[in-house]
């Protein structure tokens, strides 16, 4: 088993930049691929970043290419989704994910364990 936990998210000004973190508990966590999906209301959950399980690859949504970077620390249990220049149509919950495998996936299908979700709000 596998326990994550997000960092509680916020409200921030279109242009602004917010840090998510994802501590992890249980099993060796550097054995993990982790990812980052995001729902907002009414939407599907959509893949936002993954990382492999050592942090050497990394996969991002096309909407989110160089705005957000994911990164790890695997001394830490913690992974992170730091995210720049924040638009309205960033706003979703935002939800950690973890697989039991080297590499990340895009279909949330794929990961085994999943943290509570955080709310991110973005002003216009």
């Known amino acids: 088993q596998v326990q994550l936990v997000e960092s509680v998210g916020g409200l921030v000004q279109t242009g602004g930049s917010l840090r998510l973190s994802c501590a992890a508990s249980g099993r060796a966590f550097s054995n993990y691929a982790m990812g980052w999906f995001r729902q907002a209301p009414a939407k599907e959950r959509e893949f936002v970043a993954a990382?492999?399980?050592?942090?050497?690859?990394?996969d991002y949504a096309s909407f989110v290419k160089g705005r957000f970077t994911i990164s790890r620390d695997n001394a830490k249990n913690t992974v992170y989704l730091q995210m720049n220049s924040l638009k309205p149509e960033d706003t979703a919950v935002y939800y950690c994910?973890?697989?039991?495998?080297?590499?990340?996936?895009?279909?949330?299908?794929?990961?085994?364990?999943w943290g509570q979700g955080t709310q991110v709000t973005v002003s216009s």
């Open positions: 990382i492999s399980s050592r942090g050497r690859t990394t």
């Open positions: 994910a973890a697989r039991g495998v080297v590499y990340g996936s895009r279909k949330s299908g794929e990961y085994d364990y």
